[in-house]
Structures are given as structure tokens and as C-alpha cells.
């Protein structure tokens, strides 16, 4: 992680080269690190919390902190699903380029979002078409 701690994918640069597959790995664990943790101060404080209130609208609203913590906690789950697949994009060298057309998703989207599988112009197309489904 040191030699790439100041570096960043350029278009300049052959578009997934071994530096660049590199970083998006390393951003890519760090951030399922980063999500792993939450959840298990997330279980902690739930276990801890473990309380009942004697007042019903204090448990009330603890059970509705608790529904909305666990479906965070659900959407986290679906998040390093998608964090795995990338990392075993990477691995067999399609990381980067989109499902749809093939072609190179930007450094940009992929530095905003590095689980993306289609292309910026691909995703405004499958939402289109999701939108005029859901319309009908």
C-alpha cells in the first residue's frame, strides 16, 4: 500500500495495467475492512443493548433504531457481495470493463464507485429501461 499511497490511475497510463489492478485491490479491501468493522461494533452495541425499556415509547423507538440498524446492516452485506465479485474481476482480468458493451468503464466512475460493472452511458441505459418498466 505504501508505493501506491500517492498514486492515482490516470488516462495517460495503458487502462488497467498491473499498478492500476493493484490499486482498485487495495481500495477494494480496504473498504470491506472498513465495512466489516462497522458491523461488529453495530453487533456489539446491539448485544449491549439488549435492554427492555419499561416506558413503551422508549421501546418503541428503540426497536425502530434497532430495524433501521439492522437493515443498514443488510445493505452491507449486499455491498461486500459486490466487493467480492470485483475482487474476483480482478482476478480474471474483466475488472474495469463494462458487462454490457465491453468496453472500459472510465477511471473516473470506477474511482467513485470501484464496484461498478457497466459503463456510465451502459447504467443510464439499463435505468431507462428499468424507469419505463416500472411506469407501465
Known sequence: MEKLKNYRPTDKEPFMNDRQKEYFRLKLLAWKDEI????????????????NHPDLADRASSETDRAIELRAR???????????????????????????????????RLEARPIATLSVEAQERHEKREKVYRDE
Open 36 to 51: 466489516l468493522k462497522e458491523s461488529k461494533l453495530t453487533l456489539q452495541a446491539l448485544q449491549e443493548e439488549n435492554v
Open 74 to 108: 443488510d445493505r452491507q452485506r449486499k455491498l461486500i457481495a459486490k466487493i467480492d465479485a470485483a475482487l474476483q474481476r480482478i482476478e480474471d482480468n474483466t475488472y474495469g470493463y463494462c458487462e454490457e458493451t465491453g468496453e472500459p468503464i472510465s477511471l473516473k
